[in-house]
């Protein structure tokens, strides 16, 4: 049982991509109420489930309260935006890495299609500065954002610092809106 339904947009974005492997490391951005987090628990044995894999790591993020779930360990009241929340998340992290971050995260809507839009891709280039401290080589980042004149600079961004950057709508993503997934793969440290 899920906790949202939004676990199903996960899902089959992972039985396609295959980015969530026992043993890893995963961070979950704006993880309230929890669905992703539990979808994350069990494909990458973080609750240790199955004891012939190795076990992994889930750390979820959110403004809101996340209720317990076996196998992560949440930040509640932490802003994902925050430089001190990105030291927790190293503190917290095995050797201060992740292998994958996924950020379902949404700003509450205003009611005003651009300014909403605006704020979640600021959001999601906040989510760089994270990957530059936490996001091991190689690693894939996750999120979602509300397609819009923007979106196009996000994906620049990404392109930047992941060798493959793709945009996802799924399945279980209502027809009628204007939401999507970038998928980044393959990160590589920015060159300053
Ligand atoms: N993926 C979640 C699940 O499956 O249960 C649902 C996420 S919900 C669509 C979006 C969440 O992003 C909200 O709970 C909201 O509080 C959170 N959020 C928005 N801005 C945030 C921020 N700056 N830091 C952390 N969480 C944030």
């Excluded at 379902?104 to 704020?119: V, Y």
């Amino acid at each position: 049982n899920f906790r949202c339904r939004s676990a199903f947009k996960l899902l089959e974005i992972d039985d396609k991509f295959r980015l969530l492997q026992p043993g890893y490391s995963v961070v979950d951005c704006g993880a309230a109420p929890g669905a992703w987090s539990q979808v994350a628990v069990q494909r990458i044995n973080s609750a240790g489930t199955d004891q012939g894999s190795p076990r992994g790591t889930v750390i979820g993020i959110d403004l809101l309260n996340i209720p317990p779930l076996d196998g992560a360990h949440f930040l509640s009241n932490h802003d994902v935006t925050d430089p001190a929340t990105h030291d927790k998340l190293q503190e917290l992290l095995p050797r201060g890495r992740a292998h994958v971050i996924l950020s379902d995260m949404a700003p509450n809507a205003s009611g005003f299609r651009d300014m909403d839009q605006e704020k979640l891709i600021t959001m999601c280039l906040s989510l760089i500065d994270l990957a530059e401290k936490i996001l091991l080589p190689g690693g894939s980042l996750l999120c979602k954002y509300w397609d819009g004149v923007l979106s196009h600079h996000l994906q620049e961004k990404l392109s930047s610092v992941f060798s493959s950057v793709r945009t996802i709508k799924p399945d279980a993503s209502r027809k009628d809106s204007a939401e999507r997934y970038f998928l980044a793969r393959m990160y590589r440290k920015p060159v300053k």
